[in-house]
């Protein structure tokens, strides 16, 4: 398997095989195009003649169903199998899942010898065997653990097949490290999410053939072009309303569509408007999925308290006047979902950001504790993968004199614009797209490094552009 990243060849682009015209895909039924690519991808894997398969996915396409089911198969089939996820927490998330659906399946959940190495969750399932120890899950049919751990197992004999899920998030390095354990393998990731990071400094490797901070997926693409790739073509999470826009400026490589049509999904709220401008937004994204209250431009202190008071305003009234929520799974006389407070999330880019937004929740006195325990806030990197109703996102940019490559990055923003399955409501102060127009690029440039696409400006513009048609000003 070594050999998946070390044949030289010409790097081309991750997921432009394969990808059909958006017309012809937007006139099939999303279910059955998603049940033709999951086919396709599973024929592939198991019988196919290569040693590995890439599947992009867009946010909520059914990535962890996928990983489940190729997981199920494979065992079914005789395979033995190795799962490498990058997070402890993704690790515990897939064992469950895996458990849940097949209680009879042997999972072996391999952990550090630190102290709660796992999510107790997991000792609920009979058939899931934890243990620090390679040697205790020998013989079991699904072994789950991070890149990390694998990096240090050293089996008599590899793996048949690996899936590596969240492959974006992996680096080129943790592949390398972890390559050897098997002979084929099925990688998983949504290629919009946010790269790899580094903790040292690597511009010494830039655009060199084996950078080690590069993605895993970009250098196994590069090195091995001629391997299938696939793409999961319908988002489950992302309405009507939102798919477009987030394929169109995040996914122009591996477009895709929303599994409900206009309208199949609603918000709405039992109390009045007041006539404020906070309620005249919220009203503007119940109706169009969408909504920015622009506040005046200033350039301001990283945790700006006005953008901050202001998104922790959006968030009491919402729950104030009682939001109800239907969707697809609803029948035609069931009832709507209240809007709670753990189904609302707010986004920053920054975690002194986050913090901010915790403190202004619970209020001065904490008044407002219990709303600030129940709503997520937390920064795009701690919410990739996660799903709620309605969030409430603080731009990146909103506020700031520069434009850095950290607050351009389009996995950044992609996250914070894809969590919701109803309705994002944007804070940010006026002058973004203007602070975009007079602010080029100083980052130096790499040979033979790859330019990022989407690329940062095109997308924060596109999804400006956008929100400018139901913009509400507060003075």
Known sequence: MTALVEQPGSPRRAGSAGAAAPDAEGAADPGRAAAAATEAI??????????????????????????V??????????????????????????????????PELPVGRLHSSEPRPYDPMLD????????AKPADLAGLEVVVSTAAKWAWVAPEQPWRYAIVDEAYQMRSDALLAVAGLFERALFVGDPGQLDPFSQVGVEQWAGQ????????????????????????????????????????????????????????????????????????????????GWGLLELPAARTPRTDPEAVAAVARLVHR??????????????????????????????????????????????PEGAGGDVAARVTVDTANRLQGREFDVTVVLHPLSGRPDATDFHLETGRLCVL???HRHACVVVCRAG????????????????????????????????????????????
Do not use: C
Not at 42 to 67: E, F, I, Q
Not at 71 to 90: I, S, Y
Not at 333 to 348: M, Q, Y
């Open 124 to 131: 609920r399932h009979p058939s899931v065997r934890p243990s």
């Open 42 to 67: 599973l024929a592939d894997t198991l019988g196919g003649a290569h040693r590995g398969v890439v599947v992009n996915s867009p946010p909520g396409a059914g990535k962890s169903t996928l990983v």
């Open 417 to 419: 614009a894809s969590r």
């Open 69 to 102: 089911r190729a997981a199920r198969e494979l065992a079914a089939a005789g395979h033995p199998l190795m799962v490498v996820a990058q997070t402890n927490a993704q690790v515990d998330d897939l064992v469950d899942r895996l458990a849940t659906a097949d």
């Open 318 to 363: 919402m729950l104030e006047r009682e939001g109800r929520t239907r969707g697809e799974k609803h029948g035609d006389g069931d009832p709507s979902s209240p809007l709670s407070a753990d189904r609302i999330a707010v986004g920053t880019a920054h975690r002194d950001q986050a913090a901010a937004v915790r403190a202004a929740l619970a209020g």
């Open 209 to 288: 053939a084996h950078d080690p901070s590069a993605g895993a997926v970009g250098t196994l693409l590069a090195h091995n072009p001629g391997l299938p790739q696939h793409r999961l073509p319908v988002s489950w999470r992302l309405p009507a309303s939102a798919a477009a826009l987030v394929s169109d400026a995040f996914y122009p490589y591996t477009p895709f569509r929303s599994g409900t049509g206009p309208g199949e999904r609603q918000l709405a709220f039992t109390e009045p408007a007041d006539g404020s401008p906070l309620d005249a937004v919220l009203d503007e994204a119940a109706g169009a």
């Open 432 to 475: 973004v797209s203007e602070l975009l127009d007079d602010h080029p690029a100083t980052e130096p440039v790499q040979l033979g490094a790859a330019a990022p696409a989407p690329d940062g400006w095109e997308a924060h513009q596109a999804v400006l552009a956008h929100l400018a048609g139901h913009r509400v000003r507060e003075e």
